[in-house]
């Protein structure tokens, strides 16, 4: 049927059929055509059905509302049939014109205008007066205009525009809506803030919003706020939504006590789908000009790579503290990650830095680098089979703390190979293990060791409890380098080996309570190793593990492979849990254990002749209580019976409310056992809080003190002022610099930090080192910009 005689007939039978008065529109509800909105479609906080709780509604006062929301947009307007209704209809050749509350439905796109003229052979109709056309997502309104019914191009003067779902609208005394979905804006203003209340506004001769591309690209741009303009550029780049786009990103701005004046502005460089960059300039006053480079690939065949670097070269600062130091300073990184087939996964981990304090003194900007005292600089390839899981690495660690005086050893290189087969229950299930690795060092003996491990497990697993025994034998073999060298009586290729055998059972009780499912876990753990002599053997990567309630079931008391434990023991504990039954969510449990010594412990890192004549181990407790989605706490305890003290423990404590409020008071304390005079006990009080004083403003705050001391380590307070249109942190940070001193007692000056971010809602994101900051120190916080 053609558009005439669509309208025609419409329009006909419209006022054939109802006696309404004239300019109602006929069988509106039947058509779909849409009822006059309020302005712009937005609807106040007040008006809206129930309680929104979302935050943004309520620091905008209200939210854009589409009335098509939810309709069927999988058929092109172009395929439907044209419905329309008007007051009067006249046919001229071509031409129908329709006038007096004209309303137009084609598929889910809809036109209201005072009057319409339409011609069937172009397919174009003109409009006048009160134009309005609407789609999901998108309403336009002008006072004349112009329409491609099959192409949906369209043209409307002294418009308004508005975008529901990115909540952006604007006005233009032109707008173009191409064929192909890109509007054009000229002499046009765009904002994300309320129609009624522009607390910033984007004007620019023209603006092209590409939603295929989900960039916004305007020329000679003046941006405002509260009718002041701040800021000019002939031209700018802004994401319509998430998806990467070229363009500046907002600056970053700070300041220190040992740098200065510190500003970045990153510029990210949206290269191709597989591959971007972010190159960030950073001005430091008193150290010159500092630039980060990040770039990230992915692809099939090679894996996600990030490479990330900086350079600035002869920092003023530095050189006056260092005169020896040429001030040229840098930062390289690297992280690959892979998987090939669903079998080969590799990873490069690689970090550098051209000297110790280079973290502390210049940190990062747009850099994802995790910062440590000791830069991890590996790189690996895992094959993973059906029952096998092998390993090969190459590994070595940067120090950069100067309490650390010795390297650790590089592992140049590392094969591994493990069975890891699934055991079936009442089945043999053979245990296999096999680590080769050549340890080097450059100060230190170096050599080769060989450590293998094999034997059997038979689990046995009931609904009631479960037993699995388990034996094998442990052999390490060397081949060190020279030796005699570092001490005449050290053998060029020790080894060592002794058998294994432990046997772990345990039962499982539960009840319903009041408050869930209640169990309890009685526990055994029984560990027998045969004691070797092991003098003479290096240590290369071995240390004795931090004991806690998990080691009391443990068949090794050591990280690494450079010893063979002693032992003959039996660990007894026990655990309750309280879990919701609705749910599955644990609510709390509670465990306590200990073990007991049947012989002394001979082998120990360093010198094997110390033994440990310890009738049992410390008790352990852990308790983790977690009633509701808002509250949990974590803690665990080690009580040393012989001398009736505490030895070690830790307590956190979270609370998470609405619009991410946050609770976090944390405390840690371990007694120190040794004879130096300058190491004391370490108890800690950590506190953090993200707390939003109302809609718009919040407050951050976090206090690590030192009890023993009585110092404050680190401290950063914040404020934060957040609306529906822009926001801005300000952060300050009071920190002692732990890298330039080997205990707290030796740090007399305090570092200072002010950082400041600012962002305007809609033009894009904020920087990352406040965010970066604030999810760091303030446990359990997700930065988001709503």
């Known amino acids: 049927m053609t558009l005439a005689a669509t309208l025609l007939l419409v329009a006909a039978s419209a006022r054939a059929q109802d006696n309404r008065p004239a300019g109602t529109p006929a069988n509106k509800e039947d058509s779909g055509c849409v009822q006059s909105q309020s302005y712009l479609d937005w609807q106040p906080h007040s ?216 500003v970045a502005m990153p510029y990210y460089f949206n290269l191709a789908p597989n591959y971007d960059a972010t190159l960030t300039p950073r001005y430091i006053a008193n150290r010159g000009l500092l630039t980060e480079l990040e770039t990230r690939y992915t692809a099939a065949n090679t894996g996600y790579w990030q490479l990330g670097g900086a350079w600035i070269s002869g920092d003023d600062e530095y050189q006056d503290e260092y005169p020896d130091e040429d001030g040229d300073r840098w930062l390289t990184a690297v992280d690959q990650q892979g998987l090939f087939a669903q079998r080969w996964r590799t990873n490069i981990d690689y970090t550098n830095v051209s000297d110790d304090f280079y973290f502390g003194d210049l940190g990062t900007t747009s850099l994802e680098i995790t910062q440590s005292t000791h830069l991890a600089q590996r790189g690996q390839v895992n094959y993973l089979g059906d029952d096998w899981l092998a390993e090969l690495r190459v590994e070595e660690f940067k120090t950069i703390a100067r309490d650390i ?27 296999l293990s096999s680590d080769y690795t050549y340890f080097d060092h450059n100060t230190e003996l170096t050599g080769h060791r060989l450590y293998n491990s094999v034997g059997a497990s038979y689990p046995m697993n009931w609904i009631w409890g479960y037993l699995k025994p388990v034996a094998k034998y442990r052999q390490i073999n060397y081949d060190l380098d020279d030796p005699v060298f570092f001490d005449n009586s050290l053998d060029d290729t020790p080894d060592v080996g002794a058998p294994l055998f432990n046997l ?11 408050w869930g499912l209640q169990t309890l876990e009685p526990r055994l753990y029984y560990l027998w190793a045969d004691f070797e002599d092991q003098n003479g053997l290096p240590d290369f990567d071995t240390s004795q593990l931090t004991f806690a ?94 001398e009736n003290e505490l030895d070690q423990t830790y307590v956190q404590m979270g609370y998470r409310g609405d619009h991410q409020l946050i609770y976090n008071l944390g405390y840690s304390y371990r007694r120190y056992h040794g004879d130096d005079p300058d190491q004391s006990d370490i108890s800690q009080v950590d506190f953090s809080t993200y707390l939003p004083v109302n809609e718009e403003w919040s407050l951050f705050l976090r206090s690590l003190y030192d009890l023993e001391e009585s110092e404050r380590i680190n401290d950063m307070a914040g404020i934060e002022y957040n609306n529906c249109c822009w926001r801005v942190r300000l952060v300050y940070q009071r920190y002692l610099d732990q890298r330039r001193g080997v205990d707290i007692n030796s740090l007399v000056e305090y570092e200072h930090a002010t950082y400041l971010e600012f962002q305007l809602k809609g033009l894009g994101g904020v920087g990352t080192r406040v965010s970066s900051m604030l999810e760091e120190f303030i446990r359990g916080y997700q930065d988001s910009d709503k």
Not at 417 to 427: E, K, V
Not at 602 to 617: H, L, Q
């Open 47 to 262: 008006a809206m059905p129930g309680e929104p709780d979302e935050l943004r509604v309520i620091r905008c006062g209200g939210s854009y509302v589409d009335p098509l929301a939810g309709v069927d947009t999988s058929v092109d307007p172009s395929q439907s049939d044209i419905v329309a209704s008007a007051t009067q209809t006249e046919l001229q050749g071509d031409t129908v014109r329709l006038s007096g509350d004209v309303e137009v439905q084609q598929g889910y796109r809809h036109l209201r205008a005072d009057e319409a003229e339409f011609d069937r052979d172009t397919q174009w109709g003109s409009l006048h007066g009160n134009v309005e056309l609407r789609e999901p997502g998108l309403l336009i309104r002008g006072a004349t205009g112009t329409i491609n019914t099959d192409t949906g191009e369209a043209h409307l003067t002294a418009s308004q525009f508005v975008f529901h779902d990115l909540h952006i609208h604007g006005g233009s005394d032109l707008i173009n809506r191409r064929s192909d979905d890109v509007i054009e804006l000229d002499d046009a203003y765009y904002s994300y803030c309320p129609p009624m209340s522009n607390q910033w506004m984007l004007r620019a001769k023209n603006i092209e919003l590409n939603f295929d591309t989900g960039t916004g690209t305007a020329h000679d741009v003046k941006i405002e706020m509260g009718g002041v303009p701040f800021l000019y550029t002939p031209y700018m780049q802004f994401p319509l939504d998430d998806k990467r786009k070229s363009g500046f990103l907002w600056p970053e701005i700070g300041t220190d006590s040992s740098g200065g004046a510190d």
């Open 405 to 431: 005086t010795t390297d650790a050893y590089r592992k140049l290189p590392q094969l591994s190979l493990q069975r890891t087969a699934i055991a079936q229950d009442f089945s043999p299930n053979l245990l």
């Open 504 to 514: 772990d059972g345990g039962l499982y009780f539960e009840r319903d309570t009041q």
């Open 549 to 642: 309630y998990s080691q009391l079931f443990r068949e090794t008391r050591f990280s690494g492979k450079d010893r063979l434990d002693d032992a003959n023991q039996l660990s007894v504990g026990i655990t309750s849990r309280i879990i919701d039954t609705d749910s599955g969510r644990e609510k709390m449990s509670a465990s306590i254990g200990q073990i007991y010594y049947f012989d002394d412990r001979e082998v120990n890192v360093g010198n094997s002749d110390s033994s440990d004549f310890e009738g049992s181990s410390a008790i352990a407790l852990e308790f983790n209580l977690s009633p509701g989605e808002a509250l949990e706490m974590r803690s665990s305890w080690l009580w040393n019976t012989d």
